[in-house]
């Protein structure tokens, strides 16, 4: 999820790409947890009801976010934000709040979840429709943000104009979407939104992965003589779930209000540290 600098929203590549919309990489097998992993940290959104605030927060705010994004982030609102049915619903809608035509959520995990390395799992059924912008993503636990220097990882983003295309991708100082140099791979799920698929990052000391339902289709590796502008991902980062409605990117078509609402389904957050 893209950001701009001091303002909240977002062997290098299997394919080098430095935009959204060049040809998805060959997919390869991701590797599942296994005894050097254990699990740290997660949310399975068991019962009804408001989501867990040991684990969550929010993001609030609707002024664009860095992005011109539409809609107005509400705080701890169940219409936008709730556990439901073993599942939690992000919900973005259409109706008019605190001057804005759209209304959504973005829950933040930092200050309750915050990881150096690690494997992030999140089981996730996308939201259908033009105008919709779900993201999985992490940003750096520092206070102050300070973007990109401190670093993003997107897990997953997908935009409804561009149904069942999944992206993966980085930010840093020297690679971000801004100078266009942003490092990114996208690949195909012909069911996102009918069907759960599992999107995971592996985060090593020298390696980011990405892959959905165990396909590989996104790496970035550190450079050896990058230094921090290259690789700013030795230091805490924090989880990010949200619906964004249209955008610089998720608008590049309109937003086709008939859609609405676009509804994210987060079946569980799991995250995997190796053992010591």
Not at 159 to 182: C, E, I, K, L, P
């Amino acid at each position: 999820m893209w950001m701009i600098r001091g303002v909240a929203p977002a062997t290098v590549l299997l394919a080098v790409i430095a935009c959204h919309h060049d040809a998805p990489t060959a997919p390869s097998v991701a590797p599942t947890p296994s005894a050097v992993y254990r699990l740290v940290w997660s949310d399975e959104f068991d019962g009804d009801g408001a989501p867990d605030r040991t684990h969550w927060t929010y993001d609030v705010g609707g002024q664009g976010w860095g992005n011109n994004e539409l809609q107005f982030y509400t705080d701890d609102r169940r219409e936008n934000a709730r556990v439901e049915g073993g599942h939690l619903v992000i919900e973005a809608r259409r109706e008019a709040w605190e001057g804005r035509r759209y209304t959504s959520a973005r829950l933040v995990s930092k200050g309750k979840g915050d990881w150096t390395y690690g494997r992030i799992e999140v089981r996730a059924q996308l939201p259908l429709g033009r105008g919709s912008w779900p993201a999985i993503w992490t940003l750096g636990s520092t206070t102050p943000l300070r973007w990109p220097d401190d670093g993003e990882i997107d897990i997953m983003e997908h935009v409804g104009f561009d149904q069942g295309v999944v992206h993966a991708s980085v930010h840093t100082r020297q690679y971000n979407h801004v100078q266009g140099t942003q490092r990114t791979a996208r690949t195909t799920v012909a069911d996102v939104s009918a069907g759960f698929h599992t999107y995971v990052t592996e985060w090593t000391a020298d390696r980011i992965e990405t892959s959905v339902d165990g396909r590989a289709y996104f790496s970035f590796a550190r450079e050896p003589q990058g230094g921090r502008a290259a690789w700013p991902f030795d230091a805490p980062q924090h989880l990010l779930l949200n619906v964004a409605v249209g955008g610089n990117w998720g608008g590049q078509q309109g937003v086709d209000d008939a859609t609405l609402p676009y509804r994210f389904l987060v079946d569980y957050v799991r995250v995997y540290q190796r053992a010591p």
